[in-house]
């Protein structure tokens, strides 16, 4: 990774911060009390030995100063309890507020973005990545401030008693941060790659369990397994390189500490025995002197040790934002408009001229599209698989963006409010979504406000009372559906679509899963939809093409025919796609 894009996400990960502001001073402030008690804590310590060892005082005499002594050691141990806690909820509150971030960001690209990468990936960049952000904020952020504000403490303590030993704090101090950065560098692109192995494995894994009855089928398990145990390999690999680099660097800093301390230890030894007698002040060569600066020589790099171990935390954090980062920089087709509102009536008029859709990376998705929607009608959308039907629809749904010209109601949509032109559609797709919870949660999903008498309404034109009476409206739907046959979660979804009492009905193929009655049934329920909306349904049954208003034929990402169902029959390319539907029925 270049030293830019490293500089440009560590800014962006303390750009972050601002939700947890207060704890991040709080947890600061009191690691610098910590320090002031930890000097007087070795103030104490010196004494005593001092007292005993030279001046040879009663213990007796002595007891305030252990009683001070071990109230400084239940204060530092009570500071470092509350500091653990503050910096579990600064990452708890911080991991929160970017998987909101990512869910909505989610919520805004839509299936087009989404359906780029596997499910696998996505979960490794909600969960395995964020999570490794939690010790950048809990550990390294406060850290970073206390290498410096705890050294600063103790060389002000240390300088007036010895000034050698102080100046031999100042001038070995920089060597840790120094070796500190030169591994740290190392390890950020050590642990972006062992992110996306992470990635990668994750992904495989989840699309193989997935399609792991079809693998068994064509006994192709032996291979996948294999496919999977290499990418397995490569993730041992790769996390072994970042602990190769944690270890490395914490070696490298207990060997410049180490050698640090010993040379104010080899300078106090030789003071002692006369050999060196510069650097005293008035203090003079105490025994305390010495003790005092040799208990805190530790604690003087310490802060600087504990920055060094949590550098592998900002090189995790730094790997793990480049993916975030990416996905949240992702330009979405809400990003460019203007927020006007659209008049909204009943049915919504829609119009296109040499519309072109656009994909993620501003691609032409489709040729130039001129069409018209009038309100109120219902218009079917025919074309084999990768015409450009789905583009359109997404384009429809403001998840992508284009070029040319495409109105509802008069307002060009790439100027609209998206969020208010989604209130009003409604979907019904191949496979509709139902989530765990009962049938009046998922009924009444995307805050749909309705009365009980409107909900018995809808259930009854979609043909799904029948059911739900049965099971009841509070009866339990498990992830996936589980609880309900196909045919009824799409009279659900149905239902759905009817209260939202949204001006555009889009139906992608509603009926493509289901068996000859369930399919009547859902239909029965779609034919009952009155002309209150515009509905645009990408379908292939010859029944439905019939009762259609217009249809809109699609070749190769462009509109080859437009008309009714007689006009389209007689010649063309729509001809040609019936009789390939009759022979294949036949």
């Given at each position: 990774m270049e030293k830019s894009r490293q500089k440009y996400l560590f800014k962006w990960l303390r750009s972050q911060q601002k939700p947890i502001k207060k704890e991040l001073n709080l947890n600061i402030l009191l690691a610098t009390l910590?320090?002031?008690i930890l000097v007087a804590q070795t103030w104490l310590l010196a004494s005593l030995l001092h007292a005993l060892i030279i001046e040879h005082s009663a213990r007796s005499a002595l007891i305030p100063q252990f009683i001070g002594l071990f109230i400084c050691f239940a204060l530092r141990a009570g500071i470092l309890y509350i500091r653990e806690k503050i910096g579990f909820k600064c990452g708890?509150?911080?991991?929160?507020?970017?998987?909101?971030?990512i869910l909505e960001k989610i919520h805004a690209v839509g299936p087009a973005v989404i359906n780029g990468k596997s499910a696998g990936s996505w979960a490794t960049l909600m969960l395995e990545q964020v999570e490794n952000l939690h010790n950048f904020y809990a550990r390294y952020l406060p850290q970073q401030m206390l290498s410096v504000i705890v050294p600063c403490v103790i060389l002000i303590a240390v300088f007036p008693l010895n000034w050698a030993a102080g100046l031999i704090m100042l001038l070995t101090a920089p060597l840790v941060p120094v070796f500190m950065i030169l591994v740290g560098i190392a390890a950020a692109d050590k642990s972006q790659r062992n992110m996306d192995t992470l990635a990668k494995l994750s992904a495989q894994f989840l699309d193989r369990l997935r399609g792991l009855e079809t693998l068994r089928l064509f006994d192709r398990t032996s291979e996948q397994t294999r496919h999977i145990e290499q990418a397995t390999?490569?993730?041992?690999?790769?996390?072994m390189d970042v602990l190769k680099m944690a270890f490395l660097s914490s070696a490298v800093l207990e060997f410049f500490t180490s050698i640090s301390i010993a040379v104010m230890a080899v300078y106090f030894g030789f003071s002692y025995l006369g050999q060196i007698e510069f650097g005293q002040l008035s203090a003079g060569m105490t025994l305390f002197v010495g003790f005092f600066c040799l208990i805190l020589a530790p604690e003087f790099y310490q802060p600087l040790r504990d920055l060094g171990a949590y550098y592998h935390d900002r090189s995790a954090a730094i790997g793990a934002a480049d993916a975030i980062v990416n996905f949240l920089d992702t330009e979405t087709a809400s990003q460019?408009?203007?927020?006007?509102?659209?008049?909204y009536k009943s049915a919504v008029d829609i119009s296109a001229e040499n519309l072109v859709a656009l994909s993620p990376q501003g691609k032409p998705l489709t040729q130039p599209l001129t069409f018209r929607i009038p309100a109120g009608s219902h218009t079917a959308l025919v074309g084999q698989s990768g015409a450009g039907k789905t583009s359109l629809m997404n384009v429809l749904l403001g998840f992508l963006n284009y070029?040319?010209?495409?109105?509802?109601?008069g307002v060009e949509l790439s100027q609209a409010d998206i969020a208010a032109w989604r209130r009003q559609i409604a979907w019904v797709g191949q496979n509709p979504l139902l989530l765990h919870g009962s049938i009046l949660d998922n009924l009444l999903l995307g805050d749909i406000q309705a009365t009980q008498a409107e909900i018995d309404a809808a259930l009854q034109r979609a043909n799904a009372k029948e059911f739900t009476d049965k099971l009841g409206l509070n009866s339990e739907i498990k992830d996936g559906g589980l609880g309900v046959s196909v045919g009824q979660a799409q009279r659900l979804a149905v239902a759905r679509a009817l209260l939202r009492k949204g001006s555009l009905l889009l139906l992608d193929e509603p009926t493509a899963s289901l068996d000859a009655q369930s399919e009547n049934q859902v239909l029965q329920a779609l034919n009952a939809i009155d002309h209150a909306h515009t509905t645009l349904m990408i379908t292939h049954r010859i029944e439905d093409l019939k009762h259609s208003d217009q249809i809109l034929v699609m070749r190769q990402g462009q509109i080859v025919q437009q008309g009714r169902f007689e006009e389209l029959s007689r010649q063309g390319y729509f001809a040609e796609l019936l009789n390939r539907r009759n022979q294949d029925i036949q």
């Open positions: 910590s320090s002031l708890q509150k911080l991991r929160n507020f970017i998987r909101r971030q390999e490569d993730f041992r690999k790769t996390t460019r408009r203007q927020n006007i509102q659209i008049l070029e040319g010209s495409l109105k509802i109601n």
